[in-house]
Structure formats: C-alpha cells, structure tokens
C-alpha cells in the first residue's frame, strides 16, 4: 500500500530504486517510431531504458493489487488518468515508446492485466 501511494503521489521506483518522478510524457518534437531506431531522431537521454521503465506501466500492477485489496476505486482512477496521459503524450507510432517491439508487448501485457482488474471499478469505462 506505501508503494501505491507513492504512484498516487506521482512517483515510482524505476529499477527497484528509490521514488522518482513518473513521467511518461517524452521530451521534444516526437517523430515517427523508424527515426529513433536509425539515429534520425534524438532519444532525449542518454540511455533509452530511462524513457521506456515508466511507459511499461509495470507499476499498474501495484495499483491493481490496491484495488483488488481494498476495492477502493481510488486506485482504478489513478490508473486511467495515466493511462490516458500516456495516450495523449505518445500517440500511435510516434516518439521513442513505439521503437520498440519489446516495449510495447510489455506495455500492452500491464494494460491487459489492468483492464481485467480495474473491470469492477465505476471508474472503468
């Protein structure tokens, strides 16, 4: 539960480390997904890893198990507005989230699994 709430408050531990900032909104322009793949466009960061830990939404499975514990819808909500923050910032096939094949099935498998636990929640649609 201390974990989720850092997640409400804005923060997730990338890599098992300490509460950072979530953002999933990439920086700069976002070109198409095939430019960040051959070096045309900037990734904005050193190492791509940094972009892509917060877009796998790993984190909506301790929000799931919140909600699964405490039915609290809460925790469904907080869910969806990052979701649909990561909607609107990385539009299909474009910026660095979609360069990879391996990032987007790890993406969608915390999405489907959200979906499935989120589904009792007034605050699924």
Not at 8 to 32: C, D, H, M, Y
Not at 48 to 74: N, V
Not at 100 to 108: F, I, N, T, W
Request: glycine residues 6%.
């Amino acid at each position: 539960m201390a974990e989720a709430e850092e997640i409400a408050s804005g923060q997730v531990r990338l890599f098992g480390g300490p509460p950072v900032i979530l953002n999933l909104s990439p920086t700069g322009a976002l070109k198409n997904w095939v430019a960040y793949e051959t070096g045309e466009a900037e990734w904005g960061t050193e190492d791509p890893k940094f972009i892509w830990e917060p877009a796998r939404f790993g984190w909506a499975f301790t929000l799931a198990r919140a909600y699964h514990s405490t039915k609290d819808d809460r925790w469904a909500r907080i869910f969806w507005q990052r979701f649909e923050e990561f909607s609107v910032t990385n539009p299909p096939q474009l910026g660095p989230n979609w360069a990879s094949a391996q990032e987007v099935a790890l993406r969608l498998m915390s999405f489907c699994f959200a979906a499935q636990v989120f589904s009792s929640s007034s605050e699924s649609t």
